[in-house]
């Protein structure tokens, strides 16, 4: 690389990079033409992302006929498609999302006067031809849910027993053409309403708001057998609570949730490092006595831990880089008067949320990479060595890990160009590249190594 060019490109990517938390887009409205919209609690995810794939999905109540809606944007929310119509009803709602590979599936409630039923969807060419709507239960209290892996899809359902709400799941073995008799979860008296699933492989995780000791907490199940059969139902909190989601990464698993703190709601956070196993006190992660922050929405990748929530003036975004030991400040991104999701794919992280009648959608580009940095190797503690750099052809990998590791590079668009697993040392041949900069990302199934840069001179 010429000797002016470099020195350049350096304080490009300083600049950059050190602004990583300033790099948000504005809001953008990827529901064009509406003027009442409807996602969901945060218990029921609207966002999901696939490789470089964002999708969504919402309902459109602009008109006297509700609809369900779908869109997705196949370049990391650059752009995105025409939405498209599933499902349409006077009281259509409460809709969430799972996807896998190209198949999506997509849930929702419908409610005709007193009774509730909850709908299920699928698309096995992403989103292009949709199969007919199934109805997966008819009596139901509240909304259900969504989660998948690979061909099994499992379906959160709510359902009032003589006054009784309980947690049911419904399971499919074939990727949803057909599903298995519904299994009850939860077993208290009271209330066990509102789950949040997610998925990772076998492991299945559930939380829901949980009255059975008066008050309301936060109630944990773990499948270790893809829903066939279910653990010990542990209880998160011994003080009110609610609104609950859950996320899992690796063997860590948490739970966000509201707390209450005297008249107000803060967010308290229920950690586990052991696949759901054990859960250490939880932590209290804001507290703001005069206002509400409620309907936490989270996702973990490695150390990294993004959280949007509903708090002062809107959506709300706070960040932890070591596993949740400390957390950023809260960083205020728009009005808001809906529930915000939020994901990531490679350094970018994707936020959306309700507003004034339509969905926007918010972006940065490198908010998943805030360690990236000017040093040529790891630091010392990371046993990670990326050398040389500058390189022109070819770059070493060396770890200390002594496990099967991955290391994925990506563009300054967070777009990945090359992934590869191995286990202490590899060669990444860059001789096809660009000159520029370039960012990569170690990860081993303990979490992430480290992350840095590389000049290709």
Not at 7 to 21: D, E, H, M, R
Not at 383 to 401: C, F, L
Request: proline share 5%; charged share 15%.
């Amino acid at each position: 690389m010429h000797t002016k060019i470099l020195p350049l490109l350096l304080a490009l990517f300083l600049t950059y990079c050190g602004k990583s938390y300033s790099q948000w887009t504005a809001p953008m409205n990827i529901s064009p033409g509406t003027t009442s919209i409807g996602m969901n609690e945060n218990a029921g995810q609207c966002l999901v992302k696939v490789g470089d794939t964002l999708r969504i999905t919402y309902s459109d109540r602009s008109t006297a006929m509700a609809k369900i809606m779908y869109n997705q944007s196949h370049d990391q929310g650059l752009t995105w498609g025409t939405p498209v119509q599933l499902f349409t009803s006077l009281n259509c709602g409460f809709t969430a999302i799972a996807s896998s590979g190209s198949n999506v599936h997509i849930v929702w409630m419908d409610s005709l006067g007193s009774d509730r039923a909850s709908y299920y969807r699928r698309s096995l060419d992403g989103g292009v031809t949709w199969d007919p709507i199934i109805c997966l239960d008819s009596v139901t209290k509240f909304w259900p849910g969504i989660a998948c892996s690979g061909n099994l899809v499992i379906a959160t359902l709510n359902k009032d027993l003589a006054g009784n709400t309980e947690v049911f799941i419904k399971r499919s073995l074939d990727n949803g053409s057909t599903w298995l008799p519904e299994q009850q979860i939860s077993n208290a008296p009271n209330r066990s309403e509102d789950p949040a699933i997610t998925m990772l492989g076998n492991d299945v995780h559930l939380s829901w708001n949980d009255k059975r000791s008066g008050i309301m907490n936060i109630y944990y199940c773990h499948s270790a057998d893809g829903g066939a059969t279910w653990g010990t139902e542990t209880g998160l909190t011994t003080t009110d609570s609610y609104t609950s989601m859950v996320c899992a990464d690796g063997n860590h698993v948490d739970v966000p949730h509201g707390l209450r703190i005297g008249t107000t709601f803060d967010l308290g956070l229920a950690e586990s490092a052991d696949t759901g196993t054990t859960w250490p006190p939880n932590q209290l992660l804001t507290n703001t006595p005069a206002l509400s922050e409620l309907y936490p929405f989270m996702v973990r990748d490695g150390l990294n831990m993004h959280l949007v929530h509903i708090g002062p003036g809107g959506t709300n975004y706070i960040h932890s880089a070591d596993g949740g030991t400390t957390w950023d400040a809260p960083l205020l991104l728009g009005a808001s008067n809906g529930q915000p999701f939020i994901a990531y794919t490679a350094c970018a992280l994707h936020v959306i949320f309700g507003n004034a009648g339509a969905i926007y959608y918010m972006r940065n580009p490198i908010g998943n990479c805030p360690t990236v940095g000017v040093n040529s190797t790891a630091s010392a503690n990371s046993g990670v060595k990326v050398y040389p750099n500058p390189a022109s052809d070819e770059i070493t990998v060396n770890t200390s890990d002594n496990e099967p590791s991955e290391i994925t590079l990506y563009d300054l668009t967070s777009r990945e160009l090359f992934r590869q697993t191995f286990t202490n040392s590899t060669i990444v041949n860059i001789e096809k590249l660009s000159t520029g900069i370039y960012i990569y990302k170690m990860k081993s199934r303990n979490g992430i190594l480290n992350t840095g840069k590389v000049v290709k001179d």
